[in-house]
């Protein structure tokens, strides 16, 4: 069971940024995904979630607006779009699979990261 | 919005010493919703106890958690090298998801 985030790099205030977050070993489509960001020197946030299907979506209230969830299950991949980019988005983001229904909502498996840096 | 208040901020420890980690919550919470968590530099984070007492797969039993709404302890039995990091409360509610600010355990 793996996660493994790409994506990241140096980005100009007020771009885009697309991260992606490759799944293997588990049925993809089963599970619940979640992005999650950590700032230099700070704790972890949660981004966004969506559901297996890919049709429902929640996110960190602070956050609506400029990031959108999305998953392609023939891929096995989930996304995260990041628009209009500011120097508060600089950090490590995580992508996170949610356990099964046992498990509360926890996250099981998380992936090493991909680093985001805004700057001009 | 339910605010998580780890403590301590920092925790300086010796290896076989017992450490003890709270988590507070800002209103009553269900404990089935929380969760704690490892995280250690350029590592996947990694989740230790599940509905406030369950060990996720392959945790070392030196690690339990305790607690109901709003307090919750995350105990770690006889430190190992390995278990010098940053440990994380989550909880799960209405909103989406919280985590606390996080403890470091320092050697």
């Known amino acids: 069971v793996q996660l493994s985030e790409s994506g990241g790099g140096l980005a100009q205030p007020g771009g885009s940024l697309r991260l992606s977050c490759a799944a293997s070993?588990?049925?993809?489509?089963?599970?619940?995904m979640s992005w999650v960001r950590q700032a230099p020197g700070k704790g972890l946030e949660w981004v966004s979630s969506?559901?297996?299907?890919?049709?429902?979506?929640f996110s960190a209230d602070s956050l609506k607006g400029r990031f959108t969830i999305s998953r392609d299950n023939s891929e096995n991949t989930l996304f995260l779009q990041i628009n209009t980019l500011r120097a508060e988005d600089t950090g490590v983001y995580y992508c996170?699979?949610?356990?099964?229904?046992?498990?509360?909502?926890?996250?099981?498996?998380w992936g090493r990261g991909t680093a985001v840096a805004v700057s001009s | 919005e339910i605010v998580l208040t780890q403590s301590p901020g920092t925790l300086s420890l010796s290896p076989g010493a017992r450490a003890t980690l709270s988590c507070r919550a800002s209103q009553s919470v269900t404990s089935s919703y929380l969760a704690w968590y490892q995280l250690k530099p350029g590592q996947a984070p990694r989740l230790l106890i599940y509905a406030a007492s369950s060990r996720a797969t392959g945790v070392p039993d030196r690690f339990s958690g305790s607690g109901s709404g709003p307090g919750f302890t995350l105990t770690i039995s006889r430190l190992e090298p390995e278990d010098f990091a940053v440990y994380y409360c989550q909880y799960f509610g209405s909103s989406g998801y919280t985590f606390g600010q996080g403890t470091k355990l320092e050697i």
């Open positions: 996170a699979k949610r356990g099964h229904q046992l498990l509360y909502g926890a996250f099981d498996i």
């Open positions: 070993g588990f049925t993809f489509r089963n599970y619940a």
């Open positions: 969506i559901n297996g299907a890919g049709d429902s979506t």
